[in-house]
């Protein structure tokens, strides 16, 4: 047994100790249903297979807020995740056999998706990014065939508090930022979908989703969190919500450049079923997923994500330029981006910020991060010079088995806080990017060359809004980055690592002129990538 199997045992073990101690536990059918269910249970198959369409239509994933509005599908979900938690994971069962139990629900899981958690959103007013049925309450109500009965809530994660839920909070101006970044200036495939470092003559795609999801791991884990979640984020509930909104952003980017997709390139490293240097293309075998019995699906059965019998509010029947409306509403609110789009800059006043700060639980960004609905505007030719402004981002490149396992790397505004357990929460942090590394199983560390970003354009505008630094342009926001920002290096555990020890890291400071969007139905125009300085030289 490797330790990072031991520690994930060992994190199992206490957190079902936890749930198993705490009262009320499963929902009381009021009849030993898992026999009826047992019996009835087909024989299990690895085939993978969507949902059917119900009426020829393909149904929504939701979001999770909203699924919570839809009592009947909510009340489904809870009982199914409560099931599978409280129910031997080797028995072979089927939870739509559930509905069964109960015809009103036979609707509501005909039509039923899982549904997503939007971490680059900023949440309702008075909610955290980490909404409240996953984040608050151990217990939650439901109501089944027997009643409206209080359980364990299935949604709860022990890990996610209450510390990790402020992480969240924090980064929320820096993981939209990103997520904007990615949708305006990544039109292609191979740069969009993968974190592996592809060497070439431009430096402005540094990100990608795959590195974003990362960071979301890393930080919402926290300190040990995520140690156990590469092994174990299958069982948790949070990361299926996780994933279905990476689905979801894969979904949508695809919607805006549907003319670029899986290109023929060699394996960087090997997998059960593939060697390093063996060239895959859109039609290998994702093994082990079946498409029947024979055959393994591949890249191109999926292109269309609606073979899998779901789709997304944000592009069924929607126009290209529906879509970027709502990408600019969701995500656009971080960076000048937005400043001439967001239908609300009129209304802009401090009472809304003094609300949210004064409501338990509810989302407050990091200290440092700047938005388009702040009362703070600069002079705009502190922001703007030719019709463009300065996107400013923090390139990073490292080795993914540097310091074998996950790592975390912080970016500061000014003195960096002694105590390293409060840096994922300092007021200061302009962001932090999770590498999510295994522990290397064969004790032998690869060079795995990965990139991500951290965008720095929302702490700059704070600084240029409060007279700190006299504009976003280079000549004055360069200087102010070189001797204001800083780096640091943690572990898992929390400790620290010295910067310049970490194998290939190297973090340079870029910048583009980007044009922003006129109307809500374009996207913001990137221009090359200049780059300033390197970090760590
Ligand atoms: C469940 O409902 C009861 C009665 O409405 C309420 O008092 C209790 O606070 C609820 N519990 C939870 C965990 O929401
Ligand atoms: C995107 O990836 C291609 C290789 O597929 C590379 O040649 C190109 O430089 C990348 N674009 C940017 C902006 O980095
Ligand atoms: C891309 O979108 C265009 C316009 O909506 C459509 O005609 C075309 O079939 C799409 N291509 C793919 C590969 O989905
Ligand atoms: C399995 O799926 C593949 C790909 O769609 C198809 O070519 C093949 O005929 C299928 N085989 C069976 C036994 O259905
Ligand atoms: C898309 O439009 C069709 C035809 O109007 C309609 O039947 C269907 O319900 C719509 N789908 C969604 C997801 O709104
Ligand atoms: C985009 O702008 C149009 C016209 O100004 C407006 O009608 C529409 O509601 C906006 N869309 C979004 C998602 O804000
Ligand atoms: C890209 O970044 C490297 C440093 O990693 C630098 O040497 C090179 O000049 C940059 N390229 C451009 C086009 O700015």
Not at 116 to 123: E, G, I, S, T
Not at 185 to 209: M, R, T
Not at 221 to 239: M, R, T
Not at 503 to 529: Q, R
């Amino acid at each position: 047994m490797t330790s990072i199997h031991k520690i994930c045992l060992v994190v199992t073990l206490l957190f079902s100790i936890v749930v198993a101690d705490i009262q009320p536990g499963q929902y009381d059918y009021g009849f030993t249903a898992d026999m009826r269910l047992r019996k009835r249970a087909p024989s299990q198959s690895s085939i993978v297979s969507g949902p059917p369409r119900f009426n020829g239509e393909v149904q929504l994933r939701p979001d999770i807020r909203d699924l919570q509005k839809d009592e009947d599908k909510w009340n489904l979900y809870l009982l199914a995740l409560s099931w599978m938690q409280f129910t031997d994971q080797e028995s072979p069962f089927s939870w739509y056999q559930i509905t069964e139990l109960q015809d009103r629900f036979q609707e509501a899981a005909a039509t039923f998706r899982i549904p997503y958690w939007d971490w680059a959103a900023v949440p309702p007013d008075g909610d955290s990014v980490l909404p409240p049925s996953v984040g608050d309450s151990p217990f939650i109500n439901v109501t089944g065939p027997n009643g409206p009965q209080t359980i364990t809530n299935p949604l709860f994660s022990y890990v996610f508090r209450p510390f990790n839920t402020h992480a969240l909070d924090v980064h929320l101006p820096s993981f939209q930022q990103r997520l904007y970044n990615l949708f305006s200036n990544y039109p292609i495939y191979a740069n969009f979908s993968n974190e592996a470092w592809i060497p070439g003559p431009n430096n402005g795609s540094y990100d990608s989703l795959e590195s974003l999801h990362d960071a979301i791991h890393t930080v919402g884990g926290g300190v040990y969190g995520h140690l156990a979640i590469i092994a174990y984020s299958g069982f948790d509930p949070l990361f299926w919500l996780h994933h279905a909104n990476v689905d979801r952003i894969f979904t949508m980017w695809q919607y805006l450049y549907n003319d670029t997709y899986v290109i023929p390139q060699p394996a960087v490293y090997s997998s059960h079923t593939t060697s390093p240097g063996q060239v895959e293309n859109s039609q290998t075998p994702l093994t082990p997923f079946f498409v029947n019995e024979t055959d393994f699906w591949t890249a191109d059965m999926v292109r269309d994500h609606q073979v899998f019998g779901y789709s997304y509010a944000e592009v069924a029947n929607k126009s290209r330029a529906e879509l970027v409306a709502t990408i600019n509403k969701l995500y656009g609110k971080f960076s000048p981006a937005s400043i001439f789009t967001r239908p609300d800059r009129s209304l802009r006043h401090n009472s809304r910020h003094t609300k949210h700060s004064n409501h338990r639980g509810s989302y407050k960004a990091n200290g440092i991060s700047w938005n388009s609905q702040s009362s703070n505007r600069p002079f705009l030719g502190a922001i703007f010079r030719n019709g463009r402004y300065r996107e400013w981002i923090a390139n990073i490149r490292v080795n993914k088995h540097a310091l074998g396992g996950s790592f975390s790397i912080h970016l500061f505004l000014g003195d960096v806080p002694p105590d390293p357990s409060l840096w994922p929460v300092a007021p200061n942090l302009v962001g932090t990017h999770g590498i999510f590394a295994h522990k290397s199983v064969h004790g032998h560390v690869s060079d795995r060359m990965v990139t991500g970003t951290i965008p720095i354009t929302s702490a700059l505008m704070h600084m240029v809004a409060s007279g700190k630094v006299s504009s976003l342009h280079a000549e004055d926001a360069e200087p102010f980055l070189k001797s204001n920002l800083k780096v640091r290096v943690s572990l898992a555990n929390g400790k620290v690592v010295n910067a310049r020890h970490v194998n290939g890291l190297c973090i340079n400071i870029v910048s583009s002129a980007v044009k922003a969007p006129e109307s809500n139905s374009t996207l913001s125009e990137w221009g090359d990538m200049e780059t300033h300085f390197n970090l760590l030289a």
